[in-house]
C-alpha cells in the first residue's frame, strides 16, 4: 500500500514593489485620516467660514492653513511668525516648544505622515509623467536648492517677523503671506470661490501666490516633494531633529547588498542607504518597503540602538 506523502505549500513572500504598495496604501489611508482629523469641519467648505472655536488656539504638526475653512487647529508656522512680531507676549515660547517637541518625537516623519500638504504632493506625484531627477541630472544645482527651506526658515519666518516688533511694517507673517502654497490652495481658493465678498478685494498678491502655488504644484508633478525639497521652512525645522529623534530609520550595513533600490524609490532624491539619517529623509518607508534584505527600518528606537549602522 502506497504512504502518502505530504508536501507543504511553498510560504509565498511578497515580493518588493507588494510590500511597497501595500505600504503606500497603509500611509496614504493614515494621512487621509489625519486630514481629516484636523480639517473636521466640513460645514466650512460650504458655507465659506472659518472655524474660530476653542481648538484653534492649538497647532497642529504639519502645514495646515489657519484660514482653511475646514481646519480645526492653528498652523505652526502661523503661529509662530504672529508670536515673533506680536509685542503683547515675550516670546512664542509655547509654539517653539511644541515644534520641539514634534521635532524630537518623530522628526519628519511629520512630513511623510502628518502633514496635509506633503500628502497632496504624494498624490501630484502619482501622476503617471516621466520624473525628473534633478539630484541625479543636475547634481549641484539640487544640492544647491535645498538650502533654499533654510534660507525661507532664518529670513521670513524668524528674522523678518522679528523686526516687527521695532518696525510696524514689518509686522506681518511674512511666509504665509508671501510664498506659502498650502495657505493658497487650502485656504485662499476655497475662501475665495465660497464668499462672493473676498472676489471682488482680489490683488497682485492672491495673483502672485496663485501663481506661486500653481508653479509648485506642476514642480510636483515632474519633481516628487518638490515643495519638500527645496522650499519647505517647516521640513527644514523638523528636519534638524532627524538625527536624534525617537522615531528612526535604521540601517543593518551587514545584510545591505548595495542594489540601489531603496535610492531610486526615495522621493526625496537621498543617496540611501549611505544618507539614513539625512535631515531630508521624511520617513517614509518607501525604501525599507522595498529593501530585498530587510536591512532597513523604521520605527521608535533610542539614538544609540545597537547593531545600527550611523551613515551620513
Not at 33 to 43: D, K, R, V, Y
Not at 270 to 289: F, K, L, T, W, Y
Amino acid at each position: 500500500m502506497p504512504v502518502s506523502s505530504t508536501t507543504k505549500s511553498p510560504i509565498h513572500t511578497p515580493k518588493p514593489q507588494e510590500r511597497l504598495k501595500k505600504s503606500e496604501q497603509k500611509r496614504n489611508l493614515f494621512q487621509t485620516g489625519f486630514f481629516l482629523l484636523t480639517n473636521g469641519q466640513l460645514s466650512g467648505y460650504v458655507t465659506g467660514q472659518i472655524y474660530r472655536g476653542p481648538a484653534k488656539h492649538m497647532c497642529v504638526p504639519g502645514l495646515n492653513c489657519y484660514s482653511c475653512p475646514g481646519a480645526l487647529g492653528a498652523c505652526p508656522m502661523g503661529s509662530l511668525q504672529s508670536g515673533l512680531y506680536d509685542t503683547r507676549q515675550l516670546f512664542p515660547f509655547y509654539v517653539l516648544s511644541l515644534l520641539c517637541f514634534f521635532g524630537l518625537l518623530f522628526g519628519r516623519l511629520v512630513c511623510g505622515l502628518l502633514c496635509p500638504f506633503g500628502f497632496l504632493q504624494d498624490l501630484l506625484a502619482k501622476i503617471p509623467v516621466k520624473k525628473y531627477r534633478l539630484e541625479v541630472q543636475k547634481p549641484q544645482l539640487d544640492r544647491t536648492l535645498r538650502y533654499f527651506k533654510y534660507a525661507i526658515l532664518l529670513l521670513l519666518v524668524f528674522m523678518l517677523p522679528f523686526m516687527g516688533r521695532f518696525l510696524p511694517s514689518f509686522m506681518k507673517p511674512w511666509f504665509c503671506k508671501y510664498v506659502c502654497p498650502s495657505g493658497t490652495i487650502l485656504a485662499g481658493w476655497p475662501m475665495v470661490s465660497l464668499n462672493p465678498s473676498l472676489q471682488g478685494q482680489i490683488g497682485w498678491l492672491f495673483g502672485w501666490k496663485s501663481l506661486l502655488a500653481i508653479a509648485i504644484v506642476v514642480g510636483a508633478i515632474f519633481i516628487p516633494r518638490f515643495f519638500c525639497r527645496y522650499l519647505c521652512p517647516l521640513g527644514a525645522f523638523y528636519g534638524l531633529f532627524n538625527k536624534f529623534a525617537f522615531f528612526r530609520l535604521s540601517y543593518q550595513a551587514s545584510s545591505c547588498i548595495q542594489c540601489g533600490a531603496c535610492k531610486r524609490t526615495c522621493p526625496m532624491g537621498i543617496d540611501m542607504p549611505r544618507q539614513n539619517q539625512s535631515a531630508e529623509c521624511v520617513r517614509c518607508g518607501r525604501c525599507a518597503a522595498v529593501c530585498p534584505t530587510s536591512c532597513l527600518h523604521t520605527g521608535f528606537k533610542t539614538p544609540d540602538t545597537p547593531g545600527v549602522a550611523k551613515c551620513d
